[in-house]
């Protein structure tokens, strides 16, 4: 069965700094691998995804994220935080055989300081 | 624009009363999804479509009911046996088969039971 893990419940940075969310998946075969991010009462919206190919992905508002079979890993980055980035995020994972819904983890809060 | 419309936003109900949550989408998708969100619990799946007429439990359907007899259409009822079903309902839709699973959400339904 595939999992998500989200290490980190609430992760907070300062305006400019690094951000880096974690992301660990649990497949026996290769998995397409979501990032998505939510807003406090709204829907959730696709960032980023990886499906096939280069392994170094980019999304929207700056997000990258690069998937690493050997470290079962999909960690969302972006160099430089603003205060809109601050939102709830959400990794999930699809197996490509199969027509199975999506698994999500449980979703990290970040916060931005200023 | 194509989307996905989640109708009532927010609703109130008395306990042992059933609620129908309206959700439809004109995105020509074949899938539709209902995960409820809780805090700190992620998405869980409720239930999901994936051809008119046909739908799958997930992963709490307990206390809840679907039908999909339009392709645009997929309600869900939260019946009098959902123990605590105040909660964040969130309905989404996939192209279908043959695809990533990539989803596309509505805004949410927030569902208070008083």
């Known amino acids: 069965a595939q999992s998500v893990t989200q290490l980190g419940s609430h992760v907070s940075v300062s305006e400019g700094a690094l951000v880096l969310l974690r992301c660990n998946y649990s497949s026996s075969v290769p998995p397409y691998l979501f990032w998505y991010v939510q807003y406090p009462n709204q829907g959730l919206q696709l960032l980023l995804k990886?499906?096939?190919?280069?392994?170094l992905v980019k999304g929207i508002n700056g997000f990258e994220a690069e998937f690493k079979k050997s470290e079962t890993s999909f960690h969302l980055t972006k160099p430089s935080a603003h205060m809109s980035d601050a939102a709830e995020y959400f990794c999930?994972?699809?197996?490509?055989?199969?027509?199975?819904?999506?698994?999500f983890g449980k979703g990290t809060r970040l916060s931005v300081i200023a | 624009d194509g989307g996905i419309t989640q109708s009532p936003k927010y609703l109130f109900r008395k306990e042992g009363q059933n609620v129908t949550l309206s959700c439809e989408q004109n995105l020509n998708h074949d899938a539709m999804y209902w995960y409820r969100q809780d805090p700190g619990q992620g998405l869980r799946l409720i239930y999901y479509s994936q051809i008119v007429n046909d739908f799958q439990k997930g992963d709490i359907a307990e206390g809840y009911s679907v039908s999909r007899e339009k392709k645009e259409s997929f309600p869900l009822t939260v019946t009098s046996a959902q123990k605590n079903p105040t909660a964040f309902y969130l309905c989404a839709s996939s192209i279908g088969q043959a695809n990533t699973g990539e989803l596309f959400f509505g805004e949410g339904s927030r569902l208070t039971v008083l």
């Open positions: 999930a994972v699809r197996l490509v055989s199969g027509n199975t819904p999506l698994v």
């Open positions: 990886y499906t096939t190919g280069a392994t």
